[in-house]
């Protein structure tokens, strides 16, 4: 899997709401997918974006920096996409 616009908005939503499960209710998707999805990158990239040792996942060095530039790309495709209705 590669990065995509799906997985930022699911890492937004999981630091915003702070758990898989009222992320995923905001998404309008299980937990298990979100979960899945998140690992698949992981797993692809061979990377660690969530230290899932305590009772919340919480974001690593890395999966914050995914976050923050992540935010910036979904910011930008937001402006794009008002830009293009104008």
Known sequence: MRVNFDVLMILDALDRHGSFATAAESLYKTPAALSYMIQKLESDLNIVLLDRS?????????????????????????????????
């Open 54 to 86: 305590g009772h919340r996942a919480k974001f690593t060095d890395t999966g914050r920096l995914m976050l923050e530039k992540g935010r910036q790309l979904l910011s930008a495709a937001r402006d794009l996409e008002k830009q293009a209705s104008s």
